[in-house]
């Protein structure tokens, strides 16, 4: 069973649409919760972090939903330059090292 | 970019050879990571060292075999790899204090091909 699990795309949408990706978690007891971004051939580098009441940081919003185990990211209005592969994490323990990688879900905004 | 540093960038290695792979960080963190991708596959935690400490070994095969001297540099030692090794080395740092975790910040990574 997989810690971190996403759908892996490929979503091609138009730019200036809005798109919508989800992730579950299999440990109920996860404290922490992330989502990153990985371009083509470069390292992931942190999105934003997801917390319980959601959060917003421009056009891109977070949800968590403990009782159902998911999270998800919305981009509104996308940009071409959204164009990534988008991953998940989870951080089961609070002090842990350990963070769980969902395999990520390719985004291509398409002029 | 320079917060994590890797080098070298590309590495293509035959099994009976032994590299290392390095990673420095200049952002102050105080715990390192060394991350294994694969294609189609997540991001592996292979290696843990905080306060140069090792806490976490995810039952990574032992021809790898980390190195962190201090707080700012880790490296990976390679020796007799299986085609199978070849991957994205990725190195991250952080850093964790009062029981909570801070943001991974990644570098580049070693792509490795073994042949």
């Known amino acids: 069973r997989k810690e971190v699990e996403q759908d892996p795309g490929p979503f091609n949408v138009p730019e200036g649409a809005t798109v919508a990706f989800n992730c579950t978690y299999s440990?109920?007891?996860?404290?922490?919760f992330f989502w990153y971004r990985q371009d083509c051939r470069k390292e992931p580098k942190l999105l934003m972090s997801?917390?319980?009441s959601g959060n917003e940081d421009g056009r891109f919003t977070a949800q968590l939903n403990r009782a159902s185990q998911y999270i998800s990211l919305l981009i509104r209005d996308s940009k071409l330059s959204d164009s990534a592969t988008y991953l998940c994490?989870?951080?089961?323990?609070?002090?842990?090292?350990?963070?769980?990688f969902g395999t990520g879900t390719r985004l291509t905004v398409i002029p | 970019e320079t917060g994590v540093t890797q080098t070298p960038r590309h590495l293509v290695m035959g099994m009976t050879n032994k590299k290392s792979l390095k990673c420095e960080q200049h952002?102050?963190?105080?715990?390192m990571y060394w991350y294994k991708q694969s294609a189609k596959k997540p991001l592996e935690l292979m290696f843990v060292y905080s306060l140069e400490e090792r806490v976490e070994n995810n039952s990574v095969p032992s021809r790898f075999s980390p190195e962190c001297p201090n707080s700012s540099h880790l490296f990976l030692h390679l020796h007799t790899l299986q085609p199978e090794d070849s991957a994205l080395y990725l190195c991250?740092?952080?850093?964790?204090?009062?029981?909570?975790?801070?943001?991974?910040?990644f570098g580049p990574g070693t792509r490795l091909l073994v042949l």
């Open positions: 991250a740092s952080s850093q964790n204090s009062g029981g909570r975790q801070e943001t991974q910040y």
């Open positions: 997801v917390y319980s």
């Open positions: 994490v989870v951080n089961e323990k609070a002090g842990a090292n350990n963070l769980f």
């Open positions: 952002l102050g963190h105080n715990a």
């Open positions: 440990n109920s007891a996860s404290q922490s």
